[in-house]
C-alpha cells in the first residue's frame, strides 16, 4: 500500500508528526528503532515541558507511543536505509522491504556516528549498511561486519548463512581502504584485513546518507519555514534541523512538518 506519510523516527518529532497526520485521518507508518531505547528515556525528570511538569523522559514518549498507536499510526521496528523522491511518491528502503509513502518526515534526532575514513568515498562500491539487501552479491567472498545495530547478530548470522565469508571486527576507529572500491579495512590497533565488502550495520544512519543529495547547514537539516527540505516530499522536524535541541521545538515542528507534507500532496 502507499502511505500518505511516511515517518522516520519515533521521538517527540516523529510522534506529533503521526499524530498530526492520524487527526486528518491520514495513513501514516512511523519506523524507528526501540523508541524507550533513546537517549531521552534515560532523563529522569524533565521541567522545561509547558503544561507537564516533573515528567521523566520515559513517560513521556510512552504517552506519546500510546496516543499516536490508539488514533491507528502504524508502527514498525526497524531502520530506513535509503529515501528516494520518485515522481508523486518517495520511495523507503527498510530492511529488505521497500515502502511507499506521498511525502517523508526526516525525525532522526542528532546523529551520533560520525562517517569512518573511506566511508563516504566507498559507499555503493564495497560499503553497505543492508546485509540482507546486499549480502547475496557477497556469496564466497571475504567481507566485513562492525555496528552496534540491535540486529546485528542475526544480520550477521544471515550472512554467513549465505556462504559469506565473515569477519567481525569493532567499529569505533575502524579505516575502509581502496581507491574506487573496498579492498580491506584497518582496524583502531592497525591490523588490515583484505575483504571484498564492509557491512556497517549501525542502529542509525546519518540524515545525509539516507537522503541523497539532502542538504545541511552546520551539520544538521537545513528546512524552511514548512520544515521542508531542499528534497521533494521530504521535510524534518526535532533536533535533526539543528539548535535549540529542545523538546518543546521537536514538538511543533513535528506538527507543523506533517501539516504541510500533507497540505501539499
Do not use: W
Request: hydrophobic fraction near 40%; include cysteine.
Amino acid at each position: 500500500m502507499k502511505y500518505d506519510l511516511l515517518v522516520v523516527g519515533a521521538g517527540p518529532a516523529g510522534l506529533t508528526a503521526a499524530i498530526q497526520a492520524r487527526a486528518r485521518d491520514k495513513s501514516v507508518l512511523v519506523v524507528s528503532n526501540e523508541p524507550t531505547a533513546s537517549p531521552l528515556c534515560k532523563a529522569p525528570q524533565m521541567d522545561n515541558y509547558p503544561g507537564i511538569p516533573h515528567i521523566s523522559g520515559l513517560d513521556l514518549v510512552e504517552r506519546l507511543l500510546a496516543q499516536a498507536k490508539e488514533m491507528g499510526a502504524q508502527l514498525r521496528l526497524g531502520r530506513v536505509l535509503s529515501l528516494i523522491p520518485l515522481g508523486e511518491s518517495v520511495m523507503a528502503s527498510i530492511g529488505d522491504q521497500v515502502e511507499e509513502a506521498g511525502a517523508a518526515v526526516l525525525a532522526t534526532g542528532v546523529a551520533r556516528a560520525t562517517p569512518l575514513k573511506g566511508e563516504e568515498k566507498l559507499l555503493g562500491r564495497g560499503v553497505s549498511y543492508c546485509a540482507t539487501c546486499d549480502g547475496m552479491f557477497y556469496r564466497d567472498r571475504p567481507i566485513v561486519v562492525a555496528g552496534d545495530a540491535p540486529d546485528l547478530e542475526e544480520e550477521t548470522e544471515y550472512l554467513r548463512s549465505i556462504g559469506c565469508l565473515v569477519t567481525s571486527v569493532r567499529l569505533p576507529g575502524l579505516e575502509i581502504l581502496g581507491d574506487t572500491q573496498v579492498t580491506g579495512v584497518r582496524t583502531a590497533a592497525g591490523a588490515e584485513i583484505p575483504c571484498d565488502g564492509v557491512f556497517l550495520l549501525r542502529a542509525s544512519i546519518a540524515p545525509a546518507q539516507l537522503a541523497p543529495g539532502l542538504e545541511l547547514e552546520h551539520g544538521y537539516i537545513k528546512v524552511d519555514g514548512r520544515m521542508a527540505t531542499n528534497l521533494p516530499r521530504i521535510y524534518a522536524a526535532g533536533d535533526c534541523t539543528g539548535q535549540p535541541l529542545q523538546l518543546a521545538k521537536a514538538v511543533g515542528q513535528g506538527q507543523t512538518a506533517a501539516h504541510y507534507a500533507l497540505l501539499e500532496q
